[in-house]
C-alpha cells in the first residue's frame, strides 16, 4: 500500500483533519496559560505602587478672623511647677485640639494625620524635633507653628489655654522633658509679655477680607440702585428731588458718588464737599457751586432719606 504524502495543500481542502490537528495544540496552549495564571495569581493581583499621601508642606493654611483682644497674664512660676488645674485644663484642651492629629497618648498616631506627611510629632521621640524640646522652644512652635511639617500656629488662642497644653503635653506624654534656665523663661517673657498680658491685634484673612469687600460692594450697589429709583420716581411731585435732580448731568453717577463717599450723608458740610469736588466727572452740574444753605439743607435732607 503507498503511504500518503503529509502536505498544506491536503490539510487546506480537508478542514476537519486541520482542525484535528490543531486543536489539541490549542487546547494545551489554554491549559498551559491557566495553571501559569494560577501560579501566578497572587503577583499579578499585588498593587506595587505605594500609597502617596498628601504632601503637607505644599499646604497653606488660611488664618482665621480674630478680634483684637487682650492676652491673660501668666504666672511665670507655673510653668516650672503648674497646678493640677492647670493640667487638667491642658488635658482637656490637648484632647479637644490636639489629639487628633498626634494622638490620644502623643504618639503622632490620631486619625487625621494618618494622611499627613511628614507624621505628626511623635512626643514621646525624643529626636527630630525641628525647634527643639524645651518649654520656650515649644511655645515658639505654638506661636509660629512648622509650615513645612503641616502644623498650624495656634497664635489666636489665649495664652492660659497654651501654657496649660504645653504643661500637659510635657508632664504626661513626653520622656525626660528638657526643662528652660530662668534665663530663658525671662527671655520668653519678654519676647511674648506672658506675664504682663498684651495687646493682640485682629486679623482679617486675605479671602475674608476680599469676601467683606464684595459683600460691602454688592450691598452699596443695592443702595445705589434703590436711590437712583427713587429719585427718579419723585422728580415729577416732589420739589427736593426735582432740584436734586437739575443738579445732576448724570443721574445715576451723581447717586454713586454720593453713596461710594464715605462722609457724604454724614453731616450738610461733608454733602457739599462731596457735590463740589471735581463736579463734572462725578456727574453733577457746576450749578452746585452757587446753591445757599438752604438749598444744601434741602437736597442733603431729601437725599439722607431715600438712601435709609
Known sequence: MEKQKFSI????????????????????AIVGLGFIYIENSEQIARNSLKPVGPDTTKI???????????????????????????????????????SSCHGTEGKGDGVAGVALNPKPRNFSDEIGWKNGRKFSEMYNTLEKGIAANGMPSYDYMDVAERVAILQY??????????IDSQEELANLDKTYSLSAGKKIAGTVPVNAASELLLLESAKKSELIEKVYTNINQL??????????????????????????????????????????????????????????????RQIFSFVKSVAI
Do not use: H, W
Open 235 to 296: 422728580k415729577q411731585s416732589d420739589n427736593s428731588a426735582e432740584l436734586f435732580c437739575s443738579l445732576t448731568s448724570d443721574l445715576k453717577k451723581a447717586v454713586e458718588t454720593i453713596i461710594n463717599s464715605t462722609n457724604s450723608l454724614k453731616s450738610e458740610k461733608d454733602f457739599l464737599l462731596t457735590l463740589t469736588a471735581q463736579p463734572l466727572a462725578n456727574g453733577f452740574k457746576s450749578d452746585v457751586y452757587n446753591l445757599s444753605d438752604v438749598q444744601v
Open 169 to 178: 503635653v510635657r508632664k504626661n506624654l513626653m520622656i525626660n522633658p528638657q
Open 60 to 98: 497653606i493654611s488660611e488664618l482665621t478672623i480674630q478680634e483684637p483682644r487682650i492676652a491673660s497674664a501668666i504666672d511665670m512660676s507655673q510653668i516650672s511647677a503648674p497646678s493640677g488645674e492647670v493640667l487638667e485644663k491642658g488635658k482637656s484642651l490637648y484632647t479637644n485640639i490636639c
Open 9 to 28: 495543500d491536503s490539510l487546506l481542502n480537508e478542514p476537519l483533519k486541520l482542525i484535528s490537528l490543531v486543536y489539541p495544540m490549542f487546547f494545551i
